[in-house]
């Protein structure tokens, strides 16, 4: 308000900006706080794996409660097509069961308890499995449309191969669920998203290879800018350990690098799409939180949501 003032009296009347206004002024400008990029939407990974049991109702659900802005989920198919909340490729690593998703029906996925494997720790380092005595159930995707808020938006992670009968299934309940709005989706591979990407009421992310190679070009191109389409949402993490691979005619030379993907100028290059948005994976600590938010990226992927939630109101 005191900036306001001296700016609107030396509007009307110049002669009364004197040297020891002119320093009010100076002096007001520099002891304000610098401003802050807007604080980045929260997406739960996995439902909030680091909370609470990965993909399950219970934990999608606190994620809520934990300020979470975006809810992700990691979906595969049962073998008799429904699809499903997980995210290994056996259910061994999770449950008290094992088998690979796609052989097991979904009667036996839901009979194993999808927290079984999920620990906590004291501040001795004494590891604890709260789950073992209270089971919790592997969720449909159905299940999750229908339990959570029709308002949250949904990213999901499409996980297993072959990606027809996936898709497909996947596809079937969205339309039959009218989540088609609601729901976004994801894939490491570049044929699952393009074959959802039939569907006319689809939305996909840009694919992953489609993203890296764009940063790797600007990385090595002098910084050439090739932004995305309109409307694409880009995701890839933060930071991330690559291998750059030099073909010799009598073999090849490796070097291993620390990737910082997300630079102002690729962000700049990104968001000169149109409505383009850019989400980072592998936000979990402090320090990432800071350079994401300085950075100006729209969405962070969290294990953690209470953590991101005890940081954002740290920055208020």
Request: hydrophobic letters at 45%; glycine letters at 6%.
């Amino acid at each position: 308000m005191q900036m306001k003032s001296f700016l609107f009296a030396a509007s009307f009347a110049p002669q009364m900006l004197a040297t020891a206004g002119l320093s009010l002024l100076l002096a007001a400008c520099q002891s304000a706080a610098p401003l802050m990029p807007p604080q980045p939407l929260v997406a739960a990974h996995r439902g909030g794996t680091g909370d609470g049991p990965e993909n399950t109702l219970p934990s999608l659900q606190a994620s809520l409660k934990n300020g979470a802005d975006l809810l992700w989920m990691t979906v595969q198919v049962s073998r008799d097509g429904v699809p499903v909340l997980y995210r290994p490729a056996d259910v061994a690593a999770l449950t008290d069961g094992k088998g690979a998703v796609n052989t097991l029906t979904l009667a036996q996925l839901q009979a194993l308890n999808a927290g079984y494997q999920y620990s906590e720790s004291d501040t001795a380092g004494t590891k604890t499995y709260p789950y073992r005595q209270q089971p919790v159930m592997m969720p449909t995707l159905r299940a999750a449309l229908r339990s959570l808020p029709v308002a949250t938006p949904l990213l999901i992670d499409l996980k297993q191969l072959p990606a027809e009968p996936l898709v497909t299934a996947v596809a079937n309940v969205v339309e039959q669920e009218h989540a088609w709005q609601r729901v976004r989706f994801y894939s490491t591979d570049a044929e699952v998203l393009a074959l959802m990407a039939r569907y006319a009421h689809a939305q996909v992310f840009e694919s992953r290879d489609a993203t890296r190679e764009r940063l790797v070009r600007m990385a090595f191109n002098g910084g050439a800018c090739e932004p995305p389409a309109a409307g694409v949402w880009a995701g890839i993490e933060l930071v991330r350990k690559v291998s750059v691979v030099e073909k010799f005619t009598l073999g090849e030379g490796v070097s291993e690098v620390t990737a910082h993907w997300w630079t102002p100028a690729a962000l700049q290059c990104f968001r000169s799409g149109k409505a383009v948005k850019v989400m980072v994976f592998g936000v979990d600590s402090e320090a990432a939180y800071r350079e994401a938010q300085q950075l100006g990226v729209d969405v962070v992927m969290t294990d953690s949501p209470a953590r991101m939630n005890a940081l954002r109101k740290m920055s208020r």
